[in-house]
């Protein structure tokens, strides 16, 4: 069964990066595009990015501009870095993988365009 774990949450201070990671088991990441999503309490999993095989990376507009993320083949992982962690960042963390390839032409990560996902990672960002 595929599996995703993530890790690299905590409790962390505004202002500073924070790099989160995403280990797949019994499946090869290299043949799939790979996501990022992120649900805070009381709202809806809210896309963040996604990378194609080719390493072609797509960002959702709410945090754009602080995310870079990246996908490392050799060890079957992805990584997530938060630039400048302000409070609002607060929520839990996911990867997840699609079926294809590619991220697709939606131009941001669609929940419902990814198959199989990790079990999150609590990010709290406090003053």
């Known amino acids: 069964q595929v599996e995703l774990m993530e890790s690299g949450g905590g409790l962390v201070q505004p202002g500073g990066p924070l790099r989160l990671s995403c280990t797949a088991s019994r499946f090869e990441i290299a043949h799939y595009a790979m996501g990022w999503f992120r649900q805070a309490p009381g709202r809806e999993r809210e896309g963040l990015s996604c990378?194609?095989?080719?390493?072609?990376?797509q960002y959702g507009d709410s945090v754009k501009g602080r995310l870079t993320m990246s996908r490392d083949n050799d060890v079957n992982m992805v990584h997530l870095t938060i630039h400048n962690l302000k409070p609002e960042d607060t929520a839990v963390y996911y990867c997840?993988?699609?079926?294809?390839?590619?991220?697709?032409?939606?131009?941001?990560?669609?929940?419902?365009?990814?198959?199989?996902w990790g079990q999150g990672t609590q990010v709290t960002v406090f003053s």
């Open positions: 997840a993988t699609r079926s294809t390839p590619y991220c697709g032409d939606s131009g941001y990560p669609r929940v419902a365009d990814f198959r199989t």
């Open positions: 990378i194609s095989q080719d390493g072609a990376t």
